[in-house]
């Protein structure tokens, strides 16, 4: 039906969901290649990481109950060496750079600016703890442990915690595959000279950027979909259908802008698809969507902001689910209230969970004693000002986890 003989609440889209045939297609996949794609398992930790003590600080590695003390340096181990034919004894030393292990009998860090340096020697003169300047064994992560969930879409900043410690492949879902059909008499492709275009934009015609503004917003906020074909056609409402079917022959899902208002060129309706038509939403009221054989068809108009909503609120909470997200990635930088005091005279970084509430977004700041992204309940890092803040200060937060809920009736 057209779309003014009743709009939908935008909440029914989820009606529609379980005629979509979700994304089962599994591959392993390189973790240096996963970003974007959606986990099709749960990542577990198949060790403890670090196997071994782990320095924190370039310094020196000793047995911390040898100090306070004076040292003979026996060796040195760079971040990146494996040696475990190293061993210190009583009051021995080897100096190690950021992120080198330990050698065996070293439990602690002196970092090298708090020794003084006699020849082949080094004299400590601080009692240091257990673990002091270093990560202990399994501090990043034990064995069993979900680094991320099925469902996850994994991003840039998981790709750092999982190498870290040692993960090189994860199953992943492969990507959603969609065909835009930019529809239009009036439109006018790049590339064009530009001063020729100007002269037909001001003879009514209009230079296509609709299309071209969905594939920027899949491109960047749903990399676990593809756009594997736009063309721009006609009004000819044949050619149109004959993109259609053949976008349904190949692809995943279907997104048609343009033609989409209650006219006789009124490309959604013509195909004869049903499904939902129309929406109550501001702009984009006659944007639409119908399931063919599992795949979803989209209407969206063909004005930028209009498509833009429908997107939003209609294209991409069915394409999650096609994709089987249910954790998407962040949207870049926000801004939220810090839930607890954070001190410190140097600027810092802090990794935090991000959530929802009355007031707006708030970042609960966690605790980590090392310098990896493996904290699955993370969603973002904070930027902490010298000095530090005082709860319910706003602070900055990359935000790399999203915490929408795409779909309901509140997004």
Not at 164 to 177: F, L, S
């Amino acid at each position: 039906m057209r779309y003014l003989s009743g709009l939908n609440p935008i909440a029914k889209v989820v009606e529609i969901l379980p005629q979509v045939k979700r994304i089962s297609e599994v591959e392993r996949v390189a973790t240096w290649d996963v970003a974007g794609r959606v986990a099709a398992r749960d990542v577990i930790a198949p060790h403890d990481y670090p196997p071994f003590p782990r320095a924190a600080y370039d310094g020196y590695a000793v047995s911390s109950d040898a100090t306070p003390g004076r040292f003979r340096v026996i060796g040195t181990v760079l971040v990146g060496q494996y040696r475990r034919d190293l061993e210190v004894r009583g009051n021995e030393a080897v100096y190690v750079t950021v992120g080198a292990f330990l050698p065996e009998g070293a439990d602690a860090v002196v970092p090298e600016e708090a020794v003084e340096r006699e020849g082949e020697y080094v004299v400590v003169k601080a009692k240091y703890e257990k673990y002091a300047n270093a990560d202990a064994p399994g501090s990043y992560v034990r064995k069993g442990l979900v680094l991320l969930s099925q469902g996850t879409v994994v991003t840039p900043f998981d790709v750092v915690g999982l190498l870290d410690v040692g993960i090189t492949t994860i199953y992943a879902y492969r990507r959603v595959k969609v065909g835009i059909i930019a529809t239009g008499d009036e439109l006018i492709t790049p590339p064009i000279d530009p001063e020729v275009a100007a002269e037909l934009v001001m003879r009514g015609k209009v230079i296509e950027s609709t299309a071209s503004l969905v594939t920027w917003y899949i491109n960047t906020y749903m990399p676990y979909v593809s756009v594997e074909e736009k063309v721009v056609t006609s009004d000819k409402h044949e050619e149109v259908r004959a993109y259609v079917e053949k976008f349904l022959e190949l692809y995943d899902a279907v997104i048609i802008t343009g033609g989409a208002g209650p006219s006789e060129i009124d490309h959604f309706y013509k195909l004869g698809f049903g499904g939902l038509r129309g929406f109550r939403m501001k702009p984009g009221r006659p944007t639409s969507v119908a399931v063919v054989n599992g795949k979803p068809v989209f209407g969206l108009s063909g004005y930028p902001i209009s498509a833009l909503h429908g997107v939003i609120r209609i294209v991409e909470p069915v394409l999650r689910y096609m994709a089987n997200v249910t954790k998407a990635p962040g949207l870049g930088w926000l801004y939220a209230t810090i839930t607890q005091d954070l001190h410190g005279e140097m600027a810092q970084i802090v990794r935090v969970k991000l959530e929802a509430g009355e007031g707006g977004l708030y970042a609960k700041p966690i605790k980590a004693k090392h310098h990896s992204f493996t904290e699955p309940e993370a969603c973002g890092v904070a930027l902490i000002p010298p000095g530090g803040v005082k709860k319910g200060d706003i602070v900055p937060v990359l935000a790399y986890r999203d915490v929408r809920r795409l779909g309901s009736a509140s997004t």
